[in-house]
């Protein structure tokens, strides 16, 4: 396990004691795609010059052949690639459903771009489970980490497996503690991968990493920011009600109780974009880049207005203090 999570296809080092990570969400188009995408992506990466760009879900849907959906792919990561900027990805509830192939075939074709530099973590569930390590500046000492899980599709996925058709049906509340929503959860063997990997990386590296995680569907957790403001620190819009999955995976536990993430970052409620600190944990939404997707609402003005992107800006020498910006895509396009 620990060669698998310290291989890199590109290296991951801080560059004279800094690091910049671009986050992209929900670009969620197919053959037919909004051009304004790639021309927002293109111009975000332009200006901002990441040192790592991470896809976090809902990237390519509603393709018809495999040829549509490689040359989908290929517009939304061609700003990454041409300027020769790693990237990763994670994969969201829609990745799958409306697309000719499935995650699997899909995680291959995403592996064979050159700067492309996601790994699928094998023996538990999910596609594209990984670790990231980012190097000090000198030395082989990794001084950061980028933890991406997938968080699978629908909760009928999991009954399914528990051999409980109803569990969808059962797990709804005339009273839910958040939102019926019958999205999937991560699951128990993901977490443990996690907690089991971060365990071994410290000790290989004589310390513990800072990191972050990213993955697609948020935690009911994300519920204590926008119910304690103040007390979060909470900054962004919350337009829509968080859609988690019905039960408590338990990942933020895990998370708070290894100590070494220090940021959860989601997408999948396109219009939602706030940010708070809960426990010592920021807990962020990145935002929808996609324009052929849903948005607010009304003029294609206000409803593209969130359309948009985080940025994260990492000091070596204090990385749980990171910096989290939102950038809006019409800040940068003419």
Known sequence: MLSENLFLKH???????KFRILLFSDSQDGTHYDR???AAINAIVEREKPDLVLLDGDNVTYCDTVDE?????????????K????????????DEERNPISKREQNAIYQSFPYCISKDASGIHGVSNHVLPI???????????????DANQYIRELGAELGNPQLESDIRLPDPLVRNCEYDIIRFDQIMWYYRSSLELEQYNGGRIPAIMYFHTCLEEFMAVTKNPAFTQMTGEHNEPICPGPVNSGMFAAVLQRGDVKGIFCGHDHNNTYEGTYCGIRLSFVSSIGFGTYGLGG?????????????????????????????????YLA
């Open 11 to 17: 290296e991951l080092r801080f560059h004279d004691g």
């Open 83 to 94: 300027r020769q900027i790693p990237w990763a990805h994670v994969f969201g509830n829609h």
């Open 69 to 81: 959906f490689r040359a989908t792919l290929s517009a939304f990561v061609e700003p990454m690639e």
């Open 36 to 38: 304004r995408t790639p």
């Open 135 to 149: 190097k000090a500046s000198r030395g082989d000492r990794i001084a950061f980490a980028v933890w991406g899980l």
């Open 299 to 331: 003029s294609d003005a206000e409803n593209n207005r969130l359309r948009g992107a985080r940025l994260l800006e990492i000091d070596e020498s204090n990385p749980d203090a990171f910096t989290s910006t939102l950038l809006l895509a019409s800040d």
